[in-house]
């Protein structure tokens, strides 16, 4: 019975490893999400601009202005590109790890149930035993 017990508490670690795994992923996912907004966000500033730029003619300092704002928004699109790389990165890792730690909370609820079956049959044999004891005369 203390093997049942020792393997019950780490049922209960490998099921909450599971839960802080799936939380880490869903994190990872939200915060990839927020960086793809951000980029759509700077992708429609971009557009805007360039469509101000696509009407009637300008001064010289509102196209100076533009020129250095759609720099700008580029250098921002690019940092957003590598930080959604990275971050697709990060949720695939999360979720690789997610995937490790539901093997292990399976794997330690198979040898739990195995477990408890040894146990279910040691009992059996012992029932069996004592009825053909108390029946000798």
Same mark, same amino acid.
């Given at each position: 019975m203390a093997a049942t017990g020792d393997l019950n508490k780490r049922l209960k670690r490998a099921e909450r490893l599971s839960a802080v795994q799936a939380q880490m992923r869903r994190a990872a996912e939200w915060e990839l999400a927020a960086i793809?907004?951000?980029?759509?966000? $700077?992708?429609e500033n971009r557009a805007a601009l360039l469509a101000a730029l696509g009407g009637d003619s300008h001064g010289?300092?509102? $196209?100076e202005a533009a020129n250095r704002r759609l720099r700008s928004l580029a250098a921002r699109a690019t940092e957003l590109e590598e930080a959604a790389a990275r971050q697709t990165e990060a949720v695939r890792e999360q979720s690789l790890a997610q995937k490790r730690a539901e093997r292990g909370t399976e794997r330690v609820a198979e040898l739990l149930r195995q477990e408890r079956e040894r146990v279910e049959g040691i009992e059996r044999l012992d029932g069996l035993a004592q009825r053909r004891d108390a029946s000798l005369p």
């Open positions: 793809q907004r951000d980029a759509a966000a $700077l992708e010289h300092l509102f $196209l």
